[in-house]
C-alpha cells in the first residue's frame, strides 16, 4: 500500500485545511487509516483514526475533538482530514498511516508527511 497526503500549507490562526490521503497498490488489505502529526522537537502524536472496511468509527485526540474531523471517500481509497479552528499549536508534520491485514499478515504503510504551519 502506497499513501500520499496533499493539502498541507501555511494558515492563520482560526483558519481551515483540508488534507487528502490517497491511497494505492493493495487498498483492500487496509483495515485502519489514520493522521498522525509530528511537531519539532515533540514526540509524533495520534490525531484521528477511521476504520475502513467496516462501520467507519473513528477516534481522536482530545486535543483536536471538535475541531477536526476525519472521513473517507465512497471508494474507500482516500482519507481526509477537514482540520477548522486552527491553532499555532497545530503546527507540525501531517502523515498518513494506514494498518492492513493481508490473510492474517500485519503491515503498515505511511505517507511522506505534509506540513501544515499556523502562524500570522
Known amino acids: 500500500v502506497q499513501l500520499v497526503e496533499s493539502g498541507g500549507g501555511l494558515v492563520q490562526p482560526g483558519g481551515s485545511l483540508r488534507l487528502s490521503c490517497a491511497a494505492s497498490?493493495?487498498?483492500?488489505?487496509?483495515?485502519?487509516m489514520r493522521w498522525y502529526r509530528q511537531a519539532p522537537g515533540k514526540q509524533r502524536e495520534l490525531v484521528a483514526g477511521i476504520a475502513v472496511n467496516d462501520d467507519g468509527s473513528t477516534h481522536y485526540a482530545d486535543s483536536v475533538k471538535g475541531r477536526f474531523t476525519i472521513s473517507r471517500d465512497n471508494t474507500k481509497t482516500t482519507v481526509y482530514l477537514q482540520m477548522n479552528s486552527l491553532k499555532p499549536e497545530d503546527t507540525a508534520v501531517y502523515s498518513c498511516y494506514a494498518w492492513c491485514d493481508k490473510e492474517g499478515r500485519v503491515y503498515e504503510s505511511w505517507g511522506q508527511g505534509t506540513q501544515v504551519t499556523v502562524s500570522l
Open positions: 497498490g493493495s487498498i483492500f488489505d487496509i483495515n485502519v
